[in-house]
Every structure is written in structure tokens, then in C-alpha cells.
């Protein structure tokens, strides 16, 4: 079955360390993305990636960082530098106009 | 303001009512998308149009072009329909898609 796949669902890390969430897509799409969501608040894109080895900033990206060495993967790090870091993470991939999204990772960080 | 706007923001309706959701948007779009996020928050994609009318069992969406105004309806709702609907719409060949906040749906049995 085609899909994204996220993970781990659930994430605890303690302030200061750097945590990488995983994102794979097996749908053969060139664009994925990922997103923050804040508890009654809408999406917000933190980076996107349209093409391998090529990715832009969204409207958050202060304190992640991503990389695309590969089509079917685009992993998200969130650093220390973020300062809020506590939050849904969704990633997405997508055809021309339609996205596809994974199952989120919810970090939490103490 | 924001680029689109969705009403209600919250909306608690018996099982068996027709529901409405509304978005509005303020710019020019190639593309509307209405999506669903169920509490455990995975997201599914339930329509893409950019003209006139669609259904997908008890769902239809409808776009105003003219009026920058789409709809959701669902007949005869029921609990398991209790979600989020997010309204997002996507502007020529970019990929990007510019979100609404959201209408939380609770439907009672």
C-alpha cells in the first residue's frame, strides 16, 4: 500500500537536545513538506521540498532544520534552538495540487 | 485578516442533522481543498475542486468562484463524522497550500 509513514507517534525529549523526526513516503511524489500544529490553531509550514537536494524555508523555520538526500525521505530536526518545540508534527507529500499526509509524531519536550 | 477564514470555529449538531461549514478565502486560488482530522490527528484529504459541485457519499462540497466561497454539507450526521474540517486552498503552480484554522465538528447521538 502506498502511504507516508511517521515516526515514532509519540516523542519525549528532555530541553537542549536535538530530535529528528522520521518521514518516508513510498507514493513517488516530488514535494513533501512538513507542519506544526498547535492545539486549536491551523497548520503552519515549517519547511518544504520540491525536488531531491532542494528544500525552502516555510513561514516557522527558525530552530529545525531538514534534508532531502533521497525522494522518499524527508526527515525534520527540531534543535535547540526552538524555542517551543512542543507540538504535532505532520508531514505531507503531494501530487500537483493534492497532499497526501502521514500520521504526525507529537513531541513533547520537558 | 486572515487569507481564508472558516465558520463555524466550533459546531455541536444532533446525529441525523444536516451540517453546513463555511470558508472563505480573499485571494485568487487554482484549487480548493477540504480535508478531515480525526482526534488522533491523522489528516485525509476529502476534496479538491475549483469549480461547482462534488459529492462523496454524505459529503458535498460546493465552490462560489465569483463570491471566493466554498461549503461542506453533510446529511444525515453521525457521531463518527466528529471532527476537525480544514478548508486550504492552493494558488496556481505552487504546491503550497494556505490553511484555514479549522471548524471542530462534535456530532451528538
Known amino acids: 500500500d502506498g502511504g507516508i509513514t511517521q515516526s515514532p507517534k509519540y516523542l519525549f525529549r528532555k530541553e537542549g537536545q536535538n530530535v529528528t523526526l522520521s518521514c518516508e513516503q513510498n507514493?513517488?511524489?516530488?514535494?513533501m513538506y512538513w507542519y506544526r500544529q498547535d492545539p486549536g490553531q491551523g497548520l503552519r509550514l515549517i519547511y518544504y521540498?520540491?525536488?531531491?537536494?532542494?528544500?525552502q524555508k516555510g513561514d516557522i523555520a527558525e530552530g529545525y532544520s531538514v534534508s532531502r538526500e533521497k525522494k522518499e525521505s524527508f526527515p525534520l530536526t527540531v534543535t535547540s534552538a526552538q524555542k517551543n518545540p512542543t507540538a504535532f508534527y505532520l508531514c505531507?507529500?503531494?501530487?500537483?495540487?493534492?497532499?497526501?499526509f502521514g500520521p504526525g509524531t507529537r513531541l513533547t519536550v520537558t | 485578516k486572515n487569507e481564508v477564514e472558516q465558520s463555524p470555529q466550533n459546531l455541536t449538531a444532533q446525529e441525523g442533522e444536516f451540517i453546513t461549514i463555511n470558508c472563505s478565502y480573499s485571494?485568487?486560488?487554482?484549487?480548493l481543498h477540504w480535508l478531515q482530522q480525526h482526534p488522533g490527528g491523522g489528516i485525509v484529504s476529502l476534496f479538491m475542486?475549483?469549480?461547482?459541485?462534488k459529492k462523496h457519499g454524505r459529503l458535498i462540497a460546493t465552490i462560489n468562484i465569483q463570491e471566493k466561497h466554498s461549503s461542506l454539507h453533510i446529511t444525515a450526521s453521525h457521531p463518527r463524522d466528529s471532527a476537525v474540517y480544514i478548508c486550504?486552498?492552493?494558488?496556481?503552480?505552487?504546491?503550497?497550500?494556505?490553511w484555514g484554522a479549522g471548524t471542530k465538528l462534535i456530532i451528538k447521538p
Open positions: 505531507a507529500s503531494s501530487t500537483h495540487y493534492e497532499q497526501y
Open positions: 507514493l513517488n511524489h516530488d514535494a
Open positions: 521540498s520540491q525536488i531531491v537536494n532542494d528544500f
Open positions: 485571494v485568487g486560488i487554482s484549487a
Open positions: 475542486l475549483s469549480s461547482g459541485k
Open positions: 486550504a486552498v492552493s494558488r496556481g503552480s505552487n504546491y503550497q497550500l494556505i
